[in-house]
């Protein structure tokens, strides 16, 4: 009896660690920065952590929504270049802001929909779709820029004002906007019927339609609602920067998977999520920027970024095996 209690516990403890492992690990890394550089867990400094998470924490929590489906949207990079893009040059000819934000988010939507159509109704391999689209994207946003960045001085507070303003002085408003989106996604995901099919779609896409889940549907809107929100971050992105260019987002996807791979270690094991795409993309920006307080240069940051990824699907294939061994 006693014995059995003990084996309890031991599986509850491995449990507990396996399921919010990289929260563990987040805040172990926040106190080694912080015993090697104070200036780490000052208030400017972790605001701007928060800061530098929203735009690929908003980018990743759509891209979650694919590769729940089990597919992935290599398009996300010029997707989130086309939402800066587009809003800067627009601005720049004299369109309302808040027009050239909708046109903006319309468009990647629009984007989100060919990657749909060509994969769930065309029948093309998603990863293929989605990276030829990337590529005419791509040329879209160079020939609409001009291949440079775009920059105005006349037009106005308003385009810096949700990547730079805080409200209080203290509060960014991107964080705010990232706030609402993950609550957003959050309640799609865990509390919606809807949302959820998209798990099913993922863990078994050709046994849906015997339980009434339209598999092709559910990924279009995973693809539609995926441009939209790499739009936006691409939108505050620029705001941020009070300018934008076509190379905005040439590193997206790779940072993007390293968040998610981390993400899919916790809270849901193997499996991606909203809680666990939070997480990773702290972590991310966590090291980065204490590397950079370090002075570590940048190659340095790109094989740290790598040995993280590869640990993260190391650790869900292994996480997946012993699930499969259970059952």
Same mark, same amino acid.
């Given at each position: 009896?006693? *014995?059995?209690? $003990? ?8 449990? &507990? ?7 563990? =690990? ?5 106190? =080694? ?11 400017? !400094?972790?605001?701007?952590? #928060? ?6 924490? %908003? ?19 010029? *997707? ?5 893009? =587009? ?8 369109? !309302?802001?808040?027009?050239? #934000?909708?046109?903006? @988010?319309?468009?990647?939507?629009? =984007? ?19 990276? $030829? ?10 020939? %609409? ?10 037009? $106005?507070? &308003? ?19 990232? %706030?609402? /989106?993950? &609550? ?5 995901? *865990? ?26 549907? *559910? ?22 920067? !009070? ?18 791979? @981390? ?7 193997? /499996? ?5 795409? %939070? ?30 990824? @590869? ?14 061994? $259970?059952?």
């Amino acid at each position: 009896m006693t *014995e059995a209690k $003990g084996k309890t516990k031991s599986k509850n403890g491995t449990g &507990i660690l396996q399921k919010y492992g990289l929260l563990i =690990i987040t805040i172990l890394v926040c106190i =080694i920065f912080s015993a090697l550089r104070p200036t780490f867990h000052g208030m400017g !400094n972790i605001i701007n952590i #928060v800061s530098s998470t929203v735009v690929l924490c %908003i980018a990743g929590l759509g891209l979650s929504l694919v590769m729940i489906t089990g597919e992935i949207d290599f398009a996300c990079g010029a *997707e989130l270049a086309a939402g800066g893009c =587009i809003v800067a040059v627009l601005a720049k000819n004299g369109v !309302n802001y808040f027009a050239a #934000v909708l046109v903006a @988010l319309a468009v990647c939507a629009v =984007i989100g929909t060919i990657n749909g159509i060509l994969h769930t109704r065309v029948g093309i391999p998603g990863f293929i779709a989605t990276m $030829g689209v990337s590529f005419v994207v791509d040329g879209i946003n160079k020939m %609409i820029t001009g291949s440079t960045r775009v920059f105005s001085s006349t037009w $106005g507070d &308003i385009f810096v004002a949700i990547g730079q303003k805080r409200i209080g002085g203290v509060i960014p408003i991107s964080v705010i906007i990232l %706030i609402v /989106v993950a &609550i957003l996604i959050l309640v799609y995901t *865990e509390g919606m019927t809807n949302g959820r099919k998209l798990y099913a779609v993922g863990a078994n896409s050709d046994a849906c339609k015997y339980v009434g889940i339209d598999a092709r549907k *559910e990924k279009m809107k995973a693809f539609i609602i995926s441009a939209i929100l790499c739009g936006l971050g691409g939108i505050i992105n620029s705001s941020q920067l !009070n300018a934008a260019t076509p190379y905005m987002g040439d590193t997206t996807l790779v940072s993007l998977l390293t968040m998610l791979m @981390l993400g899919a270690t916790f809270y849901r094991s193997g /499996v991606f999520n909203v809680p666990g795409t %939070i997480v990773g993309a702290l972590l991310v920006n966590i090291i980065n920027n204490g590397m950079v307080l370090m002075g570590a240069k940048t190659w340095q940051q790109y094989v740290v970024q790598g040995a993280i990824m @590869l640990f993260a699907v190391t650790v869900i294939t292994i996480m997946n095996i012993r699930a499969k061994r $259970g059952n």
